[in-house]
């Protein structure tokens, strides 16, 4: 007999909903009658470090190492990277399945967003991954876009924590996968996925040729033969 | 008549060739893999900052840096810091930037840029008052440091409050003009 999963939830009470006006709706208001609504986990900064420490890590794939050597550091959250990568391609697996994110995706990504320098700042953008406070709010919101993996109890401050960034990006970019499948029509390419990311995807700005084109270089180096 | 305008020519040729040596324009300063720091005039320099929304990017209040240069070629490289910000914190940094420039003669800028990598023509063009129009070279700068021959420096990074350079792969030690 097949396991059966079971979906934590909870009641939601009656109450008004905004609707598109119409002839049944004049008003552009109806009643939501009682209902049940599904709970999603979420996951605090120590249950992240629990998860990566009992995590295995031998038979994961891994960024390639040693490419991006004018940039300090940047081998050194190669383990972190794979966890997470490979946590996240199996909790949304991907159809078909050797569309699986690339760990060099995110090596790239955070090589062309801060070059691996955890206590960078810039604005609104913090650390390693230079994630903004926005996005952080988007991460943590039950009834927000990113509510089928939430986290919990992270603060501004933890974005400098490689340990709690680096699994943030990586649910953020499968997130926005999932948004530019949907606008697309079809599974986004690298580069689309990396748009996407950065909120570039219909840009014909010269910052999104540039952009692009110094994470594609990283990329290139970390995946040449 | 003939020995004076032979004279002259003479005379022209020299005072071009001193002006072209006292003018500095643009070397390379640095380069250790694709980290590479370069020395250039200020007038070769030209910033913006770019509305990323009303050029067709999802979120409003967004921001780009982007400094352009021109190169030993004539052609334009641009140097890009690679977050986007709010249209008040780009244009701080552009202010400051722009100050560096009108207070140095030459100025110092770091980044990682691949400066063997060869040119091509790009479409778009850009205006230096002082050499007219030019066209990219599809060369570019993930940018990180400016610096002023008096020592005010800007940085792509706000970091962790060390003074600007902070980055240590650009040490402050191998920056000219350093204060």
């Known amino acids: 007999m097949a396991d059966k999963k079971l979906k934590k939830t909870t009641t939601v009470h009656e109450h008004p909903m905004h ?23 979420s996951t605090s900064a120590e249950e992240l470090k629990q998860i990566f420490a009992n995590y295995p890590k031998k038979k994961i794939p891994y960024p390639s190492a040693g490419r991006l050597t004018e940039f300090k550091n940047s081998d050194a959250f190669d383990e972190l990277i794979a966890v997470w990568c490979d946590y996240f391609n199996k909790k949304f697996p991907p159809k078909p399945p050797e569309a699986s994110l690339d760990p060099n995706v995110i090596k790239a990504l955070i090589a062309s967003e801060s070059g691996f320098k955890i206590n960078s700042r810039n604005g609104d953008a913090h650390g390693i991954a230079q994630i903004t406070n926005s996005t952080l709010k988007i991460l943590q919101d039950p009834d927000g876009e990113a509510k089928d993996f939430l986290f919990k109890d992270i603060r501004q401050k933890d974005l400098y924590d490689h340990e709690i960034a680096i699994p943030l990006a990586t649910r953020w970019l499968f997130r926005k996968k999932a948004t530019a499948t949907n606008r697309l029509g079809h599974a986004p390419g690298t580069e689309d996925l990396i748009l996407e990311y950065k909120g570039l995807l219909n840009s014909s700005t010269d910052y999104q040729k540039k952009a692009l084109n110094s994470f594609r270089t990283a990329y290139e180096l970390l995946t040449k033969k | 008549m003939n020995f004076l305008q032979k004279n002259n020519t003479s005379a022209l040729i020299f005072i071009l060739i ?9 070397k390379v300063h640095q380069q250790l893999g694709r980290r590479a720091g370069i020395l250039i005039s200020s007038d070769r320099v030209t910033m913006i900052c770019e509305d990323q929304y009303a050029g067709g990017g999802d979120f409003k209040d967004t921001f780009a840096f982007l400094i352009y240069f021109l190169d030993e070629k004539k052609t334009v490289s641009t140097a890009f810091q690679s977050t986007i910000m709010n249209q008040s914190q780009c244009f701080k940094k552009l ?17 990682i840029m691949d400066l063997n990598k060869e040119r091509v023509v790009e479409k778009n063009s850009y205006h230096f008052p002082k050499f007219g129009d030019f066209h990219g070279n599809g060369r570019s700068m993930q940018w ?16 962790d409050g060390n003074p600007c350079p902070w980055d240590p792969i650009f040490p402050a030690e191998t920056i000219p003009f350093s204060k």
């Open chain 2, 144 to 159: 990180y440091v400016l610096k002023g021959e008096d020592g005010t420096c800007v940085t792509a990074y706000d970091g």
């Open chain 2, 18 to 26: 001193l002006s072209s040596c006292s003018n500095f324009q643009y």
């Open chain 1, 19 to 41: 609707v598109p006006v119409s002839r049944k709706n004049p008003t552009g208001i109806t009643t939501r009658h009682q209902h049940k609504r599904r709970v999603y986990a």
């Open chain 2, 95 to 111: 202010k400051l930037a722009e100050t560096i420039l009108k207070k140095s003669n030459q100025v110092y800028m770091a980044g």
